[in-house]
C-alpha cells in the first residue's frame, strides 16, 4: 500500500513512518520541516510544507491507498491547525477517492454516543482547563471528522497521555474513556495501532480510546 502520513516527523508519526515501511509498504511523508524526519528509505517521500495549506495537502495524498493523520497541535500551534488540516485532508481524499482515514485525537474529545465516568469526565474536565486552546482545536477537529460523508471509512484513535520509550505491546482498543490514574501508552504502541487499523481496517466510523 501506499500510505500518506501527515504529521510525519512528530512523535507518533515517526513510529508510523518506522513501521509503515519495515512492513513494505511505501510511504508519503508531510512534515513541516525536512530536517525532523531523520528516517532515509527508498520507498520513503518526504514532502515539505504546511498542513493548513490545501494545495500541499492534495500533494501529499496524491494516489494515496489510505492516510494517517498524526498532526499534533500544541500550545504554539495557530490556532484552528487541526480543524483546517482535517477539513483539507477530507477535501482531498474525496478528490482523488481515498476512503480509509486512521487518526489520532485526544481522550479529552467528545464523540456522539460516549459516556465516561466520573473519573474520565474528571480527567477530561482538567485537560480542557490545562490547554484549552489545544483541546478546543482538537474538538473542532473530531467534528469535522465525525460529520464528513458516509462513504469515508474512518478511524480515530483517542490516547491518554503518551510517552516515549520502546513498545510495550498489548495496545487496547475500548469504549472505556481513560481516568487520571490511566496508565500512559508509549508513542511507539500508538504508532501500532495506527498501521494495524490502516492496514487490517476496523472500528469504521468509530472513536475507540487506545489504551492498555
Same mark, same amino acid.
Given at each position: ?13 515517526? #513510529? ?9 509498504? #511505501?510511504?508519503?511523508?508531510?512534515? @513541516? ?24 495537502? $492534495? ?9 494517517? %493523520? ?16 482535517? #477539513? ?18 485526544? $481522550?479529552?474529545? =467528545? ?7 466520573? =473519573? ?6 482538567? $485537560? ?39 513498545? @510495550?505491546?498489548? %495496545? ?14 508509549? @508513542? ?17 466510523? =468509530?472513536?475507540?480510546?487506545?489504551? %492498555?
Amino acid at each position: 500500500m501506499l500510505l500518506s502520513i501527515l504529521g510525519a516527523a512528530g512523535g507518533v508519526g515517526r #513510529e508510523v513512518v518506522r513501521l509503515a515501511l519495515a512492513e513494505g509498504h #511505501e510511504v508519503r511523508a508531510l512534515v @513541516r520541516d525536512k530536517e525532523r524526519l531523520t528516517i532515509s528509505h527508498e520507498r520513503l517521500m518526504v514532502v515539505e510544507g504546511d498542513a493548513t495549506e490545501a494545495a500541499v495537502v $492534495a500533494s501529499a495524498l496524491a494516489e494515496a491507498d489510505a492516510v494517517v %493523520y498524526a498532526l499534533g497541535v500544541s500550545k504554539r500551534s495557530a490556532a484552528d491547525t487541526g480543524r483546517r488540516a482535517m #477539513e483539507h485532508v477530507l477535501a482531498a481524499m474525496c478528490t482523488v477517492g481515498i476512503t480509509r482515514l486512521v487518526a489520532i485525537n485526544g $481522550a479529552a474529545t =467528545q464523540v456522539a454516543g460516549d459516556a465516561p465516568a466520573w =473519573q474520565a469526565r474528571l480527567a477530561a474536565a482538567l $485537560a480542557r482547563r490545562l490547554l484549552p486552546d489545544v483541546v478546543a482545536d482538537k474538538q473542532a477537529e473530531a467534528d469535522v471528522l465525525a460529520a464528513s460523508g458516509g462513504g469515508l471509512a474512518w478511524t480515530m484513535v483517542r490516547p491518554p497521555r503518551l510517552v516515549d520509550g520502546p513498545p @510495550r505491546g498489548g %495496545y487496547r482498543l475500548s469504549d472505556d474513556a481513560p481516568g487520571l490514574t490511566t496508565r500512559a501508552i508509549r @508513542r511507539a504502541d500508538v504508532g501500532r495501532a495506527l498501521v494495524d487499523l490502516t492496514v487490517g481496517g476496523g472500528h469504521e466510523r =468509530q472513536a475507540p480510546y487506545l489504551t %492498555y
